[in-house]
DNA sequence: GTGGTCTAGACCACC
DNA sequence: GTGGTCTAGACCACA
């Protein structure tokens, strides 16, 4: 696994956790890899995997059942999803908003931006 | 002055003062206040003032005479500009648009959200 | 079963089968569940359910007869209430009514407590 | 500093810094000791330090002021009496009245166990 | 100087 | 086997 150097890996670790759940990939009640087995299998060091389940686990949204391992709770999807909210909320948008200004960049021009993006999309389809 | 804590602070100086090149309180030839005047204003340690000016000085859009100050250079607002929409276009929109997916968030969402954030702008002021 | 987090497994069967035997549901001479047995009908790891009865043997209050089964020993009301009273009265009494001060919690409140918890209880019954 | 073994080190020092705040011998606004000193003052490992910060960071308690150190939040005392009540209430009162069960003491019984215990300390005065 | 992250390697209790 | 804690030592960005 290749990390992007801007952002801590055991966050990038958790992220990808947190996709693997949103995308069903992994459901409620599913044993996530042991500490050492995710750590030797993605090359890190098992105090960063670690450091990962702890997180997330501090988030509710993996549990641990003593050893025996770390278990996907049934709250976890609704949990990622009120946090990527708020997050996006409380913290993307309040920058989009002020760079838009910054740049003089009103909504219209946005929203073309937008269907422009989305007809590429397809285009790719 | 308040930071996010995100982002180092030397940048949230510097994107301070590009948008007051921006919007024009502060025009080419204007000289900026000086390390230790600004560092006291914003009650910031002086090296971070300092790296904020390097920083400005590097990309161009303000300029050092010796034993007098920092100006900002005739082509500031050119540099900026292209420097941020680039960066916005490329790097920040896409990235939206992922975020907004995956949230399942629309198009007529994101306007509700402009509109209360527009509202609240007006509020304060 | 279900078995709270802040203490080992097998200390908490111990402290299950303490009780069957201070209520009197098991009395010297019976004969308690066999390693297997228990270990299914609680859903946990024959490992932890023979670390209770070597632990619980250690204390005298359960003996192995070979090929048999384990056994409640005759003195083992006795040794029980022994050792959890000393260790109530003498450990635990002390830290609680420090908490209790830390906290400007007063006797009358505690009762108040008490008497919500028996309330719950009967209302489970 | 001296520790006992039945608590992670990082959550007595936790302790410590609670009580001292609780005690007011640290105030909301005060900055507490760097990682590195707190650590080499209390020899102990950095990082079993910087995992006390963190932790105390999360509840609130203290609060990381970029370059410069941690700092004690205004709503330290508030969080830190909170905290200790439900954890009082929820996990420390249930064990008591278990106990006092299993042993056959009433109610009556530990008030009076209080009531010497009142005794002696104002006899030690 | 400050915190924050990471690795390597060890030890422990518990299941 | 499982997680959890701790040490030692390194590197980095930031103030």
Redesign the pocket.
């Known amino acids: 696994m290749e990390?992007r150097k801007n952002l801590?890996?055991?966050?990038q670790i958790a992220d990808y956790l947190l996709e693997s759940i949103l995308s069903g990939s992994l459901t409620p009640g599913d044993k996530i890899p042991?500490?050492?087995?995710q750590a030797s299998q993605i090359e890190?060091?098992?105090?960063?995997v670690?450091?990962t389940?702890?997180y997330l686990?501090d988030q509710g949204i993996i549990q641990?059942k003593?050893?025996?391992?770390?278990f996907v709770t049934d709250s976890a999807e609704k949990i990622i999803d009120d946090m990527k909210k708020t997050d996006f909320i409380n913290e993307y948008l309040p920058e989009l908003f002020k760079t838009m200004e910054m740049l003089k960049i009103d909504f219209k021009q946005l929203e073309q931006y937008y269907q422009t993006h989305k007809a590429k999309q397809n285009g790719n389809q």
Chains 1, 2, 3, 4 share one sequence.
């Not at 003593?66 to 770390?70: L, W």
Request: glycine share 8%; proline share 8%; net charge positive.
């Open positions: 990390f801590p890996i055991y966050v042991s500490v050492r087995e890190v060091n098992p105090n960063t670690m450091r389940y702890s686990q641990n003593r050893g025996i391992g770390y």
